[in-house]
């Protein structure tokens, strides 16, 4: 009889730690684009409002923003007038409730600017990029469909320019475009 009860508790002990065990949701993603900047990214049609709070380190809610999408979106945060220190950033749905929550830490680090890069869409298939690689350092181009890398590309010397053509494109909005240097540290450009 011990032996049964012994092994009932002990699988709902284990049911109950593996049901409340965080799960990581790929379908939010945040990135850092910039100085205290961060993207981010809705990866599936959302069901309902989507909530985004960010919470200081007392963890009291000093931004919420809700999104009311019909379909996958990205959305970018400056966090540069908050003060330096200790956030975190969590997306709700009113489905799921809590979907995911990251980390954020501001610091007063500035990047020297290594290039400068213009994307302009010429049409709904076409993207233009022309960059002035600043320090001249070899960087490579990176250009991602729906999160998916289609093409890579070094670039090479003082300046670059080229357009690229999209031939199975649903929208031009499923585009990202990065520049990665040479330690691997990568920037997303965008459409002007």
Known sequence: MRLIIATILAFTLTTTVFATAPVENPIVTLEKVGDNKFQLKYLEIPEGKV?????DKTNRIIFRDVIDAEKVFYKN?????LDIGSYQLEVFNGKDGKLSDF????????????FFARMIAVDDKTLALSMSNLNGVDKTLEIYD??????EEAI?????GKKFKFKNLESMKSIDVKIVEANGEGKFI???
Do not use: C, P, R
């Not at 909530?51 to 919470?55: E, N, S």
């Not at 980390?103 to 290594?114: F, G, M, Q, R, Y």
């Not at 729906?146 to 093409?151: D, E, F, K, Q, S």
């Open 77 to 81: 945060y400056n966090l540069n007038k």
């Open 190 to 192: 965008f459409v002007n």
């Open 51 to 55: 909530t985004v709070a960010i919470k």
């Open 103 to 114: 980390d954020i830490v501001l610091d007063s680090h500035k990047v020297e600017k290594t």
């Open 146 to 151: 729906n999160g998916n890398l289609i093409h």
């Open 156 to 160: 090479t010397g003082l300046t670059f």
